[in-house]
T-cell receptor
């Protein structure tokens, strides 16, 4: 596709359930990022993948959150035992790291997660 | 990454230039200034970036002061579709994540 895609666009779940959010980055982009945005707030960095390097997990808020990136492309963000405070829009972005001096990130439309 | 300060909100008349300021007084020599915007219910969109020279593209112009402690994003002819939250971010080119502050909510008025 031409841009970053995410699925599902909306997810409603019950407290305590696990959820998986998917991100398809732009083809060829080696860097992939996950952010979340609570209602009316700015973006909060969660995790970053770059090529085959170990991911930067410094932004994950708890051990209930995990992410993986298979084959250097698609990424899945998993939230276990969801809590109401996990309700937010989860945004994925990708960027090209090719030695250029700038690496703007291209964002997907996000997944709106609502935990009841 | 250096912190930035932006006004929380601004209004602009349709067709007029929108000038959005950003202060980044603690910016380091190797940090770039990036601008993104987020239209309601969409993911952020890259607008422009620069190091120390003024930059222009099809979307906007970026004016960076000589001391690099502040910058201004200029939308030359604002339209209603430019209504969005505009984020000013400074970061090193090798930096990983972008740190998004609260941004400036620009309202373009008819």
């Amino acid at each position: 596709g031409a841009g970053v895609s995410q699925s599902p666009s909306n997810k409603v779940t019950e407290k305590g359930k696990d959820v998986e959010l998917r991100c398809d980055p732009i083809s060829g982009h080696t860097a992939l990022y996950w952010y979340r945005q609570s209602l009316g707030q700015g973006l909060e960095f969660l995790i970053y993948f770059q090529g085959n390097s170990a991911p930067d997990k410094s932004g994950l808020p708890s051990d209930r959150f995990s992410a993986e990136r298979t084959g250097g492309s698609v990424s899945t963000l998993t939230i276990q035992r969801t809590q109401q405070e996990d309700s937010a829009v989860y945004l994925c972005a990708s960027s090209l790291m090719s030695g250029r001096v700038y690496n703007e990130q291209f964002f997907g439309p996000g997944t709106r997660l609502t935990v009841l | 990454d250096a912190k930035t300060t932006q006004p929380p909100s601004m209004d602009c008349a349709e067709g007029r230039a929108a000038n959005l300021p950003c202060n980044h007084s603690t910016i380091s020599g190797n940090e770039y200034v990036y601008w993104y915007r987020q239209i309601h219910s969409q993911g952020p969109q890259y607008i422009i970036h620069g190091l120390k020279n003024n930059e222009t593209n099809e979307m906007a112009s970026l004016i960076i002061t000589e001391d690099r402690k502040s910058s201004t994003l200029i939308l030359p002819h604002a339209t209603l579709r430019d209504t969005a939250v505009y984020y000013c971010i400074v970061r090193v080119v090798s930096g990983q994540n972008f740190v998004f502050g609260p941004g400036t909510r620009l309202s373009v008025l008819p």
